[in-house]
């Protein structure tokens, strides 16, 4: 497939917009047009033993699920090991996709993997993701009716101002008198400008209306899940079965205050890679992630839920064989996908 092809494929399957709006999800490294892409390279973490691997197996697209390139680059050098994964990376011309927080969103993504550890359940998102392009433009929506004395004037001082769109005019009347009414989308800034230009002209008298735009929540698709259990189960289950799922001989555990191994299991609140942010406040017997700082496992175990931590790529990297299987399926078979062997959780038990 082209390469461009590709990314719109990739960009299909799981929309970049739906990332958070720190990451940086997409295409990162692009070679020099035309390039085809025979051979797509899945890993969750693009190392160096990681790209060596790439380039020996002729990828011709790595497709990593943390992106290699997060905080800008000042100059592209053999220096550093990120700098040098992009050297390595154009020299073999090898492109560098990275989809992260959007594959968190996505209800075939890795959060929805993680939920099959527990067994037979029901989830929902922990943080719901809203419909990225409904409505297109504008934070909220003014309406008001004007005379034909002012609505030549006010209308031309509202298109001077910055993030306006969608204005449109109607025919109307109001108590008997004919009048135009204004229709606008505007961002939480402009807002203010109009609101201030509407009260200068004493307009806000004349069935002036401000609406919110809330765009609409998509179905099964946000960050994190609340996972709850078709039958409860005891925590040293639930940590036979995180094992389990993803083939790790140990875990660690911390046990909610007044709780035990054995205690009973209902609802399971849980995100792949780091949970803090995303896990803190919510209401759950327990919270299942990667890593989590040392006051929020106190701050949860304090409030009586119990924390299972399994260090942050091992809660990401067993999807890469379903992705593989779902891509394979989405791209029509129309290229080779493989999925990296050398990469591997940075740390150990030793």
């Known amino acids: 497939m082209n390469l461009r092809e590709l990314v719109s494929a990739l960009n299909d399957f799981a929309s970049p917009a739906l990332a958070e709006s720190w990451d940086n999800v997409g295409l ?9 892409v025979n051979t797509l390279f899945l890993t969750n973490d693009l190392t160096e033993e990681v790209m060596e691997e790439a380039v020996q197996k002729k990828a011709d697209l790595v497709l990593s699920y943390h992106p290699p390139i997060f905080t800008p680059l000042k100059r592209v050098t053999w220096k550093t090991w990120k700098e040098r994964l992009v050297v390595r990376a154009l020299e073999n011309r090898i492109g560098i996709y990275s989809p992260h927080t959007a594959y968190d969103a996505v209800p075939h993504g890795v959060n929805n993997w993680l939920t099959k550890g527990l067994g037979a359940c029901t989830s929902v998102p922990l943080h719901p993701s809203t419909a990225p392009s409904s409505p297109a433009e504008g934070t909220h929506r003014v309406e008001f009716c004007a005379d034909a004395e002012h609505l030549d004037a006010v209308l031309s001082k509202i298109k001077d ?59 099964h698709t946000g960050m994190g899940r609340l996972c709850t259990l078709s039958e409860p189960v005891s925590l040293s289950d639930i940590v036979e079965r995180i094992k389990g799922h993803l083939q790790l001989p140990h875990v660690r555990v911390a046990v909610g205050a007044g709780r035990t191994l054995e205690s009973a299991v209902k609802k399971v609140a849980l995100c792949a890679g ?31 839920i119990s924390v299972i931590l399994c260090e942050h790529s091992n809660t990401e990297r067993g999807f890469l064989s379903e992705l593989r299987d779902a891509l394979a399926i989405h791209l029509q078979n129309k290229i080779n996908i493989i999925v990296s062997e050398k990469d591997r959780d940075p740390l150990q038990v030793a």
Request: aromatic fraction near 2%; charge should be negative.
């Open 28 to 36: 990162l490294v692009e070679p020099s047009p035309p390039h085809t």
């Open 161 to 219: 101002i910055p993030e306006i769109s969608c204005l449109t005019t109607l025919p109307a009347r109001v108590k008997g008198e004919a009048q135009t009414r204004v229709s606008l989308n505007c961002s939480q800034k402009a807002l203010l400008e109009v609101v201030a230009l509407l009260s200068q002209n004493s307009l806000l008298h004349h069935r002036t209306e401000i609406l919110l735009l809330q765009k609409p929540l998509l179905p």
């Open 274 to 304: 780091s949970g803090s942010s995303v896990l803190k406040g919510m209401e759950a017997d327990l919270y299942l992630t990667g890593e989590m700082s040392h006051h929020d496992v106190l701050d949860a175990v304090a409030n009586g």
